[in-house]
């Protein structure tokens, strides 16, 4: 299920953010796949290679952006519940859970599982898509995204939305977009389309194609699948 565009060199310092996105697939998690299958198998392998390039530049935050509303802001304290899933199962955004936390979307607690498995220990900050620009133009020193977002659950006739032939297609120019490292092109993704397409991911895949415009990119893609029917893609973007 991967898709490699080359490897890029290794960021150093005075670079520009890096950027890992990956799915936000609950059955990321352990806890929620329950028995391993060969397609979460190969997501979770290349969503970690995924963040561990991300985390190449050594950053002291890191910026996760997934589905929420304009305002939105996670922190040390705050936890993701993932109770719809059918478990009674908090995740930790940022550290031990505060007596009474911020209440995260499920994107954050993947995003958090990720983040904690590659041992990354710094700064974290939760955002929606509207907010990811002026976070990163509040952070001092190296930084990271991790960028949470999925392509259409139209693939395929048992994909959640039913197929809808357009949907590999659309999926297939946002690919291309995160091999590139071609930040205007994923700015410029059609939000009516996407929403027709159950492609939840475009708000913030538009949204950190507007935070890097103009910026030299080396991407690279690590998978492009859609194993049940909704698209997965994971890539790493390293910004000059």
């Known amino acids: 299920m991967s898709a490699e565009s080359g490897s890029p060199p290794l960021p150093s310092a005075g ?17 929620v796949e329950g028995r391993a299958v060969a397609e979460t198998t190969d997501l979770r392998r290349a969503c970690r290679a995924a963040v561990a ?33 059918g478990l009674d199962l908090d ?9 009474e936390p911020g209440i995260a979307g499920v994107g954050f607690g993947v995003g958090a599982w990720l983040l904690d498995e590659a041992s990354f220990a710094g700064r974290r900050i939760g955002v929606g ?6 976070v990163l133009g ?17 693939r395929g006739v ?30 410029a993704l059609d939000p009516a389309e996407g929403r027709r397409l159950l492609a939840a991911g475009v708000p913030v895949w538009r949204a950190v194609g507007s935070a890097l415009a103009g910026r030299s990119i080396a991407g690279r893609l690590h ?7 909704v698209g997965y893609l994971v890539a790493d973007w390293t910004a000059r």
């Open 53 to 85: 390039a991300m985390l190449a530049v050594g950053p002291e935050t890191v910026v996760v952006v997934a589905e929420a509303p304009a305002g939105t802001r996670h922190g040390a304290g705050d936890v993701a519940r993932l109770r719809g899933l």
């Open 223 to 229: 998978a492009d699948a859609a194993p049940f029917g």
């Open 158 to 187: 048992k994909a959640p939305g039913y197929l809808d032939e357009a949907a590999g297609p659309f999926d297939a120019v946002v690919a291309g977009a995160l091999a590139r490292g071609d930040a205007a092109a994923l700015a």
């Open 15 to 31: 670079d520009g953010p890096s950027v890992a996105f990956c799915p936000p697939a609950p059955l990321l998690l352990p806890a």
């Open 91 to 99: 995740v930790p955004f940022a550290g031990p859970s505060a007596a």
């Open 138 to 154: 509040e952070c001092a020193g190296p930084v990271g995204v991790l960028a949470l977002g999925d392509g259409s659950a139209r």
């Open 129 to 134: 898509p509207a907010d990811l620009a002026g």
